[in-house]
């Protein structure tokens, strides 16, 4: 390796500035203390653990994300965290134990091993929230609408959700008596909006001509709330299970649309993200001018089955770096007091203390340096004590 290449990070793998790194942490800050008022207690699970435990639950995808690698002390295979979701659900079913309602929250790193889009870092730093023991809509509601309100703090100009609900596929699947791996071969259709490819495979493996139909017209029941009552007619003869997902989803809209009348809510029940480990209704934020979501959550009842505990589970998390690509972020750069570098100044040291004590940024350097450090006051000898002036 030559001395050129020793500063070369990994692709996908970043390091952030101070410019971009205040912003974030900032929002870092302000949503875990959002978080707290609605009663989410801050966790910090491991960076990383065993694959048994860090791996089951949330399907293939996570599997791929994942970095593995040996414990040299164990011997048994590690993972590094590419969603913190599962670490969560150990925790309510093992260490953080509680009856009734376990809300947790969280905000660190993640680590994939590959990104999930040509554009998306492999590091990301997220922020989220799971909400344990609630069966009810009354959770659902509740997650959705913190999701509304993080994006408030991010100072995101729209409120853009789109939402959906599993049970709907689940319930047409089971009626037409697929296969496992049927299912899961249009499920992988659906997710790449494949017209041409979606017409062929229903002609060639649904016989029913009603319910052909029925597959064919599920990318397209998607739009604002009137794509509800045109799936409840289309999808009645499928039977309850499917009628009972839209009507969820009808009153959870319901209440979202009362309470953020300003949110942006789209239907779209041919959306089926996390598939193979949600269990009731998905939903995901975007933002004017970036493709990818930069948030997602939904419904995982049975992911606490693996940890010996299950429990009716719904949450989200919050992409901070993607949101800090925006741009909508605060400036990181913070005015700064320069004061003079004498160490041996005993009243100059506890002029600079306080004002530190005060929020204060003061940075002892020479005069040569102040612009570079965002100077624009600096600490002058007055009186025998110090003054705080501008800085010429």
């Not at 009856?99 to 999930?116: F, I, M, S, T």
Request: aromatic residues 8%; charged residues 25%; hydrophobic residues 45%.
């Amino acid at each position: 390796m030559t001395y050129a290449d020793r500063w070369l990070l990994p692709d996908g793998v970043e390091e952030i500035l101070p410019n971009e790194a205040r912003p974030i942490e900032d929002l870092r800050r302000r949503l875990v203390d959002l978080y707290g008022t609605w009663g989410y207690d801050l966790v910090i699970p491991p960076l990383l653990e065993f694959t048994d435990s860090l791996l089951i639950g949330l399907g293939s995808d996570v599997d791929l994300l994942t970095f593995k690698m040996t414990d040299q002390i164990s011997g048994r295979t590690l993972g590094i965290r590419a969603d913190i979701t599962p670490q969560t659900a150990r925790m309510d079913a093992h260490t953080f134990q509680r009856e009734g309602v376990n809300r947790l929250c969280y905000a660190g790193h993640v680590v994939h091993a590959r990104p999930k889009n040509p554009l998306a870092t492999r590091t990301p730093i997220q922020a989220g929230v799971e909400c344990y023991g609630e069966p009810g809509s009354s959770a659902d509601i509740e997650v959705i609408s913190l999701l509304l309100e993080s994006l408030k703090v991010a100072n995101l100009p729209r409120l853009h959700i789109d939402l959906g609900h599993v049970g709907i596929y689940r319930a047409l699947a089971k009626a037409a008596g697929l296969s496992r791996e049927q299912e899961d071969f249009f499920f992988e259709l659906l997710q790449r909006k494949a017209a041409t490819e979606i017409r062929i495979w229903v002609s060639e493996q649904i016989t029913d001509s009603a319910m052909a139909e029925l597959f064919l017209a599920l990318p397209n029941l998607a739009g604002d709330r009137e794509a509800l009552a045109r799936a409840r007619a289309l999808l009645a003869p499928v039977g309850a299970e499917a009628v009972a997902a839209i009507d969820q989803l009808d009153e959870v809209a319901g209440v979202i649309a009362e309470r953020y009348p300003e949110a942006e809510l789209y239907f779209d029940l041919g959306e089926l993200r996390g598939y193979h480990y949600l269990t009731g209704l998905v939903f995901a934020a975007f933002a004017p001018g970036y493709g990818n979501p930069i948030a997602s959550g939904g419904r995982y009842d049975h992911i606490g089955e693996v940890f010996g505990r299950a429990r009716p589970a719904t949450g989200f998390a919050v992409d901070l770096s993607a949101i800090s690509k925006l741009g909508l972020l605060s400036n990181g750069e913070r005015a700064a007091i320069l004061a003079p570098s004498d160490s041996r100044d005993k009243a100059l040291w506890q002029a600079i203390q306080a004002l530190r004590a005060e929020g204060e940024r003061v940075v002892c350097a020479d005069p040569g340096s102040a612009k570079s450090l965002h100077c624009d006051r600096r600490l002058v000898a007055h009186n025998g004590g110090y003054d705080v002036e501008p800085l010429a």
